[in-house]
């Protein structure tokens, strides 16, 4: 299952439109790049989309300006509500605070913010092939946990509902990205651009590292990903005036639309010996699995995962990482493996392919971590050295 050249995502829910309060009467859409959530949005509401760009503001049906999100052309308190999907990752450090309080002073009542959940950004980085600086294939600057998104709003913002959507990653996905990341392996890119000296030719690792990394990423455990959220993106409504917390104990609902009305049920999470499933017994039959979510409310918050992964009539796959203790320990700036468990992790991949190379492990242990459990397996396999950043 090679992958050559990784394909990143297009990052944010495009159905950001589904989430938006029915009491916002006035939507800002900031940084609207192209036309599908902004001219998606109900008729009869005001809506306005902002782009630094007049081309992109051509496909924009409704009301349009042009300008920036570290100073938007507004008075304060202009919008019920103030939405950035894709944005936010977007915008370099010296502008970054600048810009969550300008989104802060033009809403009333609401902030919604799309954003790539817990992306390993690490993992996208090209070399550029002129002035061989690295970058991020998609000029991300930031990540976002949980910890980072409860904490992006200035005082008087509460976080009320998360929602996990974009794609699905698959244990292969999410291994062969964090192993660039952690041993420094660039990949090329047709069409990122170099953020330093505006050249397109951008550099990978060579094609030996690229495959064995395929290789490696294709033979840990799967069990060893049940912890790393797989779904890509993270949509966030905050409130001005968020309500006062009514659970002191976290409660599990499945939820469904039909007919054009939503209904919610009661939802028992059952533990087997190789995963958690959700139980709905009263659920209606037949659900489309697009109509259906799982939530979890807890302290005032909802956490929504949609499209759960049905086993069976009436039961569901419940994802270890989406419980709501778990989740709120979810950051971005802290490794999910530690130096010793990395080493480990690598062993195991190695192990499956190679089960008569003697004294690996011990080898490994006696080494710092990642890189020198990547140097021993190297030298092992005859392989060689290679740059670490």
Not at 28 to 47: A, E, F, K, M, Q
Not at 90 to 99: F, T
Not at 230 to 249: A, F, G, M, N, Q
Not at 374 to 380: D, K, S
């Amino acid at each position: 299952m090679g992958q050559g050249t990784p394909s990143l995502p297009t990052v944010g829910p495009k159905r950001s439109f589904e989430f938006t309060p029915p009491d916002a009467r006035s939507i800002l859409d900031v940084g609207c790049g192209d036309d599908y959530i902004t001219n998606s949005l109900p008729n009869g509401l005001y809506v306005v989309g902002l782009n630094i760009s007049l081309e992109a503001l051509k496909y924009i049906a409704t009301n349009r300006a042009c300008g920036s999100i570290t100073r938007l052309p507004f008075a304060p308190g202009s919008f019920d509500l103030v939405m950035a999907n894709d944005v936010m990752e977007h915008i370099p450090e010296r502008d970054y605070r600048e810009s969550l309080l300008e989104l802060h002073a033009a809403a009333s009542r609401y902030i919604l913010i799309a954003v790539p959940f817990m992306e390993i950004l690490d993992g996208f980085l090209t070399r550029c092939g002129v002035c061989s600086r690295r970058y991020h294939i998609n000029h991300h600057y930031r990540s976002f946990g949980i910890a980072e998104l409860k904490g992006l709003l200035p005082e008087g913002w509460k976080p009320t509902t998360f929602v996990f959507s974009g794609l699905d990653l698959t244990p292969y996905e999410i291994f062969s990205r964090y192993l660039r990341a952690i041993l420094g392996i660039t990949i090329s890119s047709e069409t990122a651009i170099c953020p330093w000296c505006g050249a397109r030719a951008s550099l990978g690792a060579e094609q030996t590292f690229q495959s064995l990394i395929d290789i490696l990423a294709q033979h840990v455990s799967p069990q060893e990903a049940l912890f790393h959220p797989h779904r890509s993106e993270c949509l966030v409504l905050y409130e001005r005036k968020s309500p006062c917390p009514s659970e002191t104990e976290p409660t599990l609902r499945i939820s469904y639309s039909r007919n054009g009305s939503e209904a919610s049920l009661p939802a028992n999470p059952v533990a087997t010996e190789e995963e958690m499933i959700v139980e709905a017994p009263d659920l209606p039959h037949p659900i489309p699995p697009s109509h259906l979510w799982l939530e979890w409310k807890c302290g005032g918050i909802g956490y929504r995962y949609p499209r759960p992964i049905s086993l069976s009539n009436h039961k569901f796959q419940l994802p270890l990482w989406f419980s709501p203790h778990y989740l709120e320990h979810l950051s971005a700036s802290r490794a999910f493996w530690s130096d010793r468990e990395g080493a480990q992790f690598l062993f195991q991949a190695v192990r499956s392919l190679f089960p008569n190379v003697p004294q690996m492990q011990k080898e490994i242990e006696l080494r710092k971590g990642f890189r020198g459990a990547w140097r021993t397996i190297l030298e092992r396999l005859g392989i060689g050295k290679i740059g670490m950043k």
